[in-house]
T-cell receptor, first 111, second 115 residues
Framework: KAGVTQTPRYLIKTRGQQVTLSCSPISGHRSVSWYQQTPGQGLQFLFE???????NKGNFPGRFSGRQFSNSRSEMNVSTLELGDSALYLC??????????FGEGSRLTVL | AQSVTQLGSHVSVSEGALVLLRCNYS??????LFWYVQYPNQGLQLLLK??????LVKGINGFEAEFKKSETSFHLTKPSAHMSDAAEYFC?????????????FGQGTRLTINP
């Protein structure tokens, strides 16, 4: 069974630009969550999607948004990038016992 | 709201020695608890989980953890450290809100193995 796939793995943007990250969950998993990981703040929850609906949202500004498609693939978008948005963005799909299976992440650098 | 505290941001042990990584949690409901490992430039890999039942949980790579409700702890152990265990380890508790779910992570413990 293929794992969680995230694209792109690495990307560099400049302040003010926007970025879209993609995530394909494990086949059959319908819940997709996004987390931001930084050295200073650690792992922080962004949002969770289930059956194309956002069910939970973390404490991030409205510049951070996401969506989920009917095939459970998800995208997250960050608009008007700031230097502080540089981070590893992790996507995860949820197993039957509530455990999360993570992808390898998309490392975003904002210059 | 749930929270997790990992005692010690850095732990260093010798190869072959016992590994003990400490995790305490706060939860208003029976918790689901997890340990994850992260190697450099990779995502998080699930080591083990506690949901219900047996309080001693065995995971991959020889790790195990014991859920102690009275101590609100879920410490991770491995009897004999291997060089390949060097990584960052995260303890997490499940926070359920109206059917949705998120994991609340500790700040992580970086494990170094000395030859």
């Amino acid at each position: 069974k293929a794992g969680v796939t995230q694209t792109p793995r690495y990307l560099i943007k400049t302040r003010g630009q926007q970025v879209t990250l993609s995530c394909s969950p494990i086949s059959g998993h319908r819940s997709v969550s996004w987390y931001q990981q930084t050295p200073g703040q650690g792992l922080q929850f962004l949002f969770e999607y289930f059956s194309e609906t956002q069910r939970n949202k973390g404490n991030f500004p409205g510049r951070f948004s996401g969506r989920q498609f009917s095939n459970s693939r998800s995208e997250m978008n960050v608009s008007t990038l700031e230097l502080g948005d540089s981070a590893l963005y992790l996507c995860a799909s949820r197993g039957s016992s509530g455990e999360l299976f993570f992808g390898e992440g998309s490392r975003l650098t904002v210059l | 709201a749930q929270s997790v505290t990992q005692l010690g941001s850095h732990v260093s042990v010798s190869e072959g020695a016992l590994v003990l990584l400490r995790c305490n949690y706060s939860s208003s409901v029976p918790p689901y608890l997890f340990w994850y490992v992260q190697y450099p430039n990779q995502g998080l890999q699930l080591l083990l989980k506690y949901t219900t039942g047996a309080t001693l949980v065995k995971g991959i790579n020889g790790f195990e953890a014991e859920f102690k409700k009275s101590e609100t702890s879920f410490h991770l152990t491995k009897p004999s450290a291997h060089m390949s265990d060097a990584a960052e380890y995260f303890c997490a508790v499940s926070d359920r809100v109206q059917g949705a779910q998120k994991l609340v992570f500790g700040q992580g413990t970086r494990l170094t193995i000395n030859p």
